[in-house]
């Protein structure tokens, strides 16, 4: 069940108000009643990206648990709202996911007034509380295979990155996705930016245009509907992009020549996964490449010639081994 963002702000002061004797009840499930669970999805479900994969995430473990579990969610919650969103979440709920990285702030200062409450953020680096487990999803690890792909694949010699807000995990990914494309083609120019804004589609497209001004073909980025207005510029000027978090390869979008894994609804699963197996616990958890392919991954879809399918392969394993190091958090 959704709820809508009007509507919670309608109800989160009623929330707030009561919060002193919300937090000190036990959720503790009885038998024979599912297991409530509320995620915070801070974009749009559909934005063909991170928020996507998260709500895919939420779906697919909603069928697989069926009635041991009952999940509501929360869409589309600017920065400033999440607070109230979240005690909204945690006043009826036995775990609150947050399901971005930009929930990090506001989770861990809920979690500390609802302490019988669990807690997971997916997609900061953070040492674990006593009521909060975070899952690293190291971004930076496949931005290095992105920018090396995207590398090999330019016919320019000149790539571009587009980050949406600069927070430590997007900043490092934009770096990565820089050496990474240099390390395969040290000539390569490399061009990254941020928006200030994972959803402004006017603000990304002007930045892609930018790069592709300075000669960037191919472009990565980490951003939400913000994606619409690279697509938007790559299409007018006849330039490629490498997609993230979705199938892009799929949707046989002539733009998209890539696409990486960066398993958000993997970890959102995994979430839930803990709790209706009752091995949940405060936790630092790592995910990447060392957690498989639906934890992170890339798929080229085409022009992947057997020289690129193989240098893939060859880099994947060296950042597994410690070979190649990224930035962490």
Not at 211 to 226: K, P, S
Request: hydrophobic share 40%; aromatic share 8%.
């Amino acid at each position: 069940m959704n709820q809508n963002r009007r509507v919670f702000l309608q109800t989160s002061l009623l929330s707030i108000a009561w919060v002193g004797t919300a937090s000190s009840s036990v959720f503790a499930q009885d038998a024979g009643k599912p297991i409530k669970i509320g995620i915070l999805i801070p974009g749009s479900k559909a934005d063909h990206g991170w928020m996507e994969s998260a709500y895919n995430g939420m779906k697919a473990a909603e069928q697989r648990h069926g009635d041991k579990v009952k999940i509501t969610y929360i869409e589309n919650v600017k920065f400033a709202d999440m607070e109230q969103a979240l005690v909204t979440l945690a006043s009826k709920n036995d775990m609150v996911i947050g399901a971005a990285g930009q929930t990090q702030a506001s989770v861990l200062k809920v979690a500390k007034r609802f302490p019988k409450v669990k807690f997971s953020i997916v997609g900061p680096t953070g040492q674990p509380t006593n009521n909060v487990s975070q899952y690293d999803v190291l971004q930076a690890q496949i931005g290095f295979i992105a920018g090396a792909v995207a590398a090999m694949m330019s016919k320019n010699g000149a790539v571009s990155y587009v980050g949406g807000l600069e927070i430590p995990a997007i900043v490092n990914t934009g770096t990565e996705f820089a050496n990474g494309a240099k390390y395969v083609k040290p000539d390569t120019k490399t061009f990254v930016t941020y928006t200030g804004d994972f959803d402004d589609v006017a603000k990304s497209k002007e930045a892609t245009l930018a790069a592709i001004a300075q000669g960037a073909d191919v472009h990565y980025n980490i951003l939400n509907l913000g994606v619409r207005g690279m697509e938007q510029a790559a299409r007018e000027k006849g330039t490629k992009m490498i997609g993230s978090y979705i199938d892009y390869c799929a949707d046989k979008n002539p733009l998209y020549i890539a696409y990486t894994v960066s398993g958000i609804g993997f970890m959102v699963e995994y979430a839930i996964d803990q709790i209706v197996a009752g091995t949940w616990h405060p936790e630092y958890k790592p995910f990447g490449l060392g957690m498989g392919p639906k934890a992170a991954d890339i798929d080229v879809c085409t022009g992947a010639t057997p020289e690129i399918l193989a240098k893939i392969k060859e880099l994947k394993a060296d950042l597994l081994s410690g070979k190649i190091k990224v930035k962490v958090g």
